[in-house]
């Protein structure tokens, strides 16, 4: 009879343990609050950056600016209903180039969208075309408050890329 109790208890105290358990992400301190810098672009599997560049002098040039604070920056805002966060990106490409516009992301299924607008130049930096590219092309992300990988395909590939984004500061 004491063991039967004394199972009943572990039992009960064991239930919060599973109550407790959500397979949705906190989208909201995944995404907001931070300044996401892209770190590299990668074939999906892959860590290292993808050879976007025609030549050594373009690669040189693209990872100078890439590795310049205030470039390749993402900002997120958004509210959260349900399981989804709608709102607004911003950020900075190159030096001569900014862009902004919405983006929403799903906590259920890690599905992500977002439309960008451009402004300023990229001239022909390869590495700054792939990034608004696969911005606008993202389909799903992963993820934590410190690491967000964005992943897309290319209209020109079928593989798929990773972005793979670091948090460098908090707002």
């Known amino acids: 009879m004491k063991r ?18 959500n397979d949705s992400d906190d989208v909201a301190a995944i995404f907001t609050g931070k300044t996401w810098k892209l770190n590299y672009i990668t074939i ?11 030549n050594k002098e373009q690669e040189k040039a693209s990872i100078k600016e890439l590795n310049k604070n205030g470039t390749y920056n ?25 862009f902004e516009g919405k983006w929403s992301a799903n906590a259920k299924n890690n ?23 696969g911005l606008n092309a993202a389909t799903s992300y992963e993820g934590d ?6 992943l897309y395909k290319p209209a020109s590939s079928k593989q798929t890329f ?6 460098v500061n908090n707002k």
């Open 162 to 167: 990773r972005m793979v984004f670091r948090a």
């Open 44 to 54: 999906d599997g892959g860590h290292e950056m993808f050879g976007f560049w025609e």
């Open 111 to 133: 599905n992500f969208k977002t439309t960008v607008a451009t402004a300023g130049s990229y001239g022909n930096d390869k590495l700054a075309k792939s990034f608004i590219e």
């Open 145 to 150: 408050s410190n690491n967000l990988y964005l």
């Open 74 to 98: 993402i900002v997120f805002d958004g509210t959260v209903e349900g399981d989804v966060i709608n709102g607004n990106i911003k950020g900075s490409v190159i030096a001569t180039g900014t």
């Open 4 to 21: 039967s109790i004394f199972q009943l208890v572990g039992l009960l105290l064991l239930f919060p343990l599973f109550s407790g358990c």
